[in-house]
């Protein structure tokens, strides 16, 4: 054991001293490439005193990085995470003047600008030294991951161990539905999901509610409970206001809702952890969770994440540039699309590439690194949502060259999540999952000229702009960039607090549309509508691009309406999955008629049309790869689960719905705590007493 001890110090040892001889020369490197940049006094040196100039210079700023970084990213914690991303840079040149100060006789001299430069190439140098002496070196690495382990466990006073019951990590792929999943493992993008396929893990699609987007799959996911979230938007007319799913306080709201309606924190409450989120899943620890980001101060413990990353400058260098390589990337590839003329598109400028860049790397690199440090620590539930390929999607397509490169990157954090969890203090479950899929198609208004709200202004006789405005992005990412900057995320009054005139309120969620009237206080009838506009239903019914209006009759319920003056009443006996429903395939006259329960469910429920041949609907927002209604590939995600635990569904059928889901989890989660047996149904134990 002593032996072992000594041979790991000496290798830690010869380590440290390759880093640092790697440092000074590039130090001494930089210092002939850069004219502001010197390490000799004015009247010169010989090159021996310039060579020790330069080791005390990597030295000091070595173990100023070590030593002081970390404060200083406490310190600017609540500094918006964009802006410390910027500040990376400054604060590392800072700490880099501050290390020529410490070099005996003054030789070290750089001006802030040069040592900006300087210091982000000598912490990339060192971090890319670092890692791969330790990659070389599984051992060494083996050793790491174990200290840091007992470590972490220690200061929460355990002693854990891999004779712990199992913990599980949750990996939500946002937006991958099943199929594309299928292809990316077929083409080679995603090695590690094929590995885990052959191996270890079996997949099964399920499907979502009718409202196929993140905030309602998740809720139902981590809360047990989406009831009344008809849509990634809506308009609650008893209060006036626009809930909105990636909105904070709308966030918090339907939480609060959920865990009102179950009785029950969430999923993760039990020693859990919440990364990435739009909610918390009733973890305790908590980071980028935006049902919390609107808190300020200490109380939002969401930002801690931020630290936990950053606090390492070789992380945050790394990270910063990146960043600034994404948004490069994302800028070359849509004006190489747009000089191509490739046909579906739609915009990519202004904000939108460092959105992406924010989603595909900052995102990215904090959650995966918050979830390695959950499993280090032995925590016993972790869900985590990375969001980088749905971000994509949505301006690329499901199916482009930009998505699947997205996909292979996100494969690496998996491997490495996976490396990790060889070396946790506990034996780790994991649980590949996603919230929905993306379905391809020209966006509404790009195909037809026109947006919703316009068809709905003319089918009631109001006066339409003749200048198109633009419908609002439903991508998380948004928000998430919002939140990191302390911006607001709550839109203009008037997108969230609508005048309550006789004008509609129309939103848009992907290819779902909804039409609230405002001055009406309750939900309204067919009948009411047709007297007040006679010519909107079947306007909207017979338009090409939308495949089927929910409306609630005064005399029959719930109607379905299609073209041609096609209906279905959906509280009729008999089959129901035909008339306008019968192209979204079998169960979806129930996920219709679920919705039609719901207490906020808008005047009119709008699906744009589906194309079965080709999977095509038309977004209403201004995306070519959509979500958030019915129609193709986005109601189906996918479960990627260990084979040693029980099937999501015991007799084989369907798992339809995100609340089913959250029951299925919680089997699972209940398998890892107890004896490794399959849990049945409860009438299946009921048959078992009997027998």
Not at 268 to 280: E, I
Not at 308 to 324: E, G, I, K
């Amino acid at each position: 054991m002593v032996e072992g001890r000594l041979r790991a110090a000496g290798s830690a040892l010869l380590r440290v001293i390759v880093v640092w001889a790697v440092s000074t020369v590039t130090m001494l490197v930089l210092a002939g490439l850069l004219p502001d940049f010197q390490l000799q006094s004015d009247d010169g040196d010989s090159p021996t005193r310039i060579a020790v100039t330069a080791a005390w210079g990597a030295g000091a700023f070595g173990l100023l990085s070590a030593l002081v970084w970390p404060v200083l990213v406490r310190a600017l914690l609540l500094v918006p995470a964009l802006v410390l991303g910027v500040l990376v840079f400054f604060l590392n040149g800072s700490l880099l003047l501050i290390a020529l100060r410490l070099i005996p006789d003054g030789r070290g001299e750089a001006d802030v600008e040069t040592a900006v430069v300087v210091a982000a190439v000598m912490s990339a140098v060192a971090s890319t030294t670092s890692t791969a002496l330790a990659v070389r070196d599984d051992n060494a690495y083996r050793r790491r991951l174990a200290r840091l382990a007992h470590r972490r466990r220690r200061r929460r006073g355990e002693d854990g161990g891999r004779s712990d019951p199992p913990g599980t990590v949750f990996l939500q792929l946002d937006g991958v539905g099943h199929e594309m999943l299928l292809h990316a493992v077929a083409r080679g993008l995603m090695p590690t999901v094929a590995r885990l396929l052959s191996r270890s893990h079996r997949l099964t699609p399920w499907r979502t509610d009718w409202s196929s987007q993140t905030g309602a799959s998740q809720l139902g996911i981590l809360h047990g409970s989406n009831h009344d979230v008809p849509a990634f938007r809506w308009y609650e007319k008893d209060t006036g206001d626009v809930m909105v799913c990636n909105r904070p306080t709308s966030a918090a709201e339907l939480q609060r809702r959920a865990i009102m309606r179950t009785g029950d924190g969430g999923l993760l409450t039990v020693d859990g952890a919440s990364r990435g989120n739009l909610f918390s899943g009733g973890a305790d620890q908590l980071a980028l969770v935006l049902s919390v980001a609107a808190r300020r101060g200490r109380a939002n413990r969401s930002r801690a994440g931020y630290f936990a990353y950053f606090s390492d400058p070789a992380n945050a260098v790394r990270t910063a540039l990146s960043f600034v390589a994404e948004a490069g990337r994302e800028i070359f590839q849509s004006t190489r699309s747009r000089l191509r003329g490739d046909r579906p598109r739609v915009g990519r400028g202004g904000l939108y590439p460092f959105i992406r860049a924010f989603a595909t790397v900052v995102e990215r690199d904090v959650v995966v690194a918050a979830v390695m440090g959950d499993m280090l620590a032995g925590r016993a539930a972790v869900y985590a949502d990375l969001v980088a390929y749905d971000e994509v999607a949505h301006h690329s397509g499901p199916r482009s060259r930009d998505a699947e490169k997205v996909l292979e990157r996100l494969d690496r954090s998996l491997e490495l999540i996976v490396k990790v969890a060889e070396h946790a203090a506990r034996t780790y479950r994991i649980v590949l999952l996603s919230d929905h899929g993306q379905s391809p198609g020209e966006s509404f208004h790009s195909q037809y000229g026109l947006r919703l709200k316009d068809l709905v202004r003319a089918g009631c006789g109001l006066p339409v702009s003749r200048r198109a405005g633009r419908t609002h992005s439903g991508a998380e990412a948004r928000a998430a960039v919002l939140a990191a900057l302390h911006r607001p995320v709550e839109g203009a009054k008037e997108e969230t607090h609508p005048a309550r005139g006789s004008d509609p309120v129309v939103l848009a969620s992907g290819n779902l549309g909804l039409i609230s009237f405002p001055d009406v206080p309750q939900r309204m009838t067919r009948e009411q509508i047709e007297r007040r506009h006679p010519a909107l239903l079947s306007t909207l019914a017979n338009h090409p691009g939308i495949g089927f209006l929910l409306v609630r009759s005064a005399e029959h319920g719930p109607l379905v309406l299609g073209a041609h003056g096609a209906e279905l009443r959906l509280d009729e006996e008999g089959p129901a999955d035909r008339g306008p429903l019968a192209a979204f395939g079998p169960g979806t006259a129930d996920l219709v008629r679920r919705t039609d329960a719901f207490p906020h469910v808008a005047d009119i429920m709008v699906n744009s049309s589906y194309d079965p041949r080709t999977g095509d609907v038309h977004a209403f927002e201004e995306q070519i790869g959509s979500h958030g209604g019915l129609g193709g590939e986005q109601a189906r995600p996918f479960l990627l689960w260990p084979a040693e635990l029980s099937e999501p569904v015991p007799d084989g059928g369907e798992l339809v719905g995100a609340e089913r889901l959250h029951r299925v989890l919680r089997r699972w989660l209940r398998e890892s705590d107890g004896p490794q047996v399959p849990l049945g149904t409860v009438e299946d134990q009921g048959k078992s007493a009997a027998a």
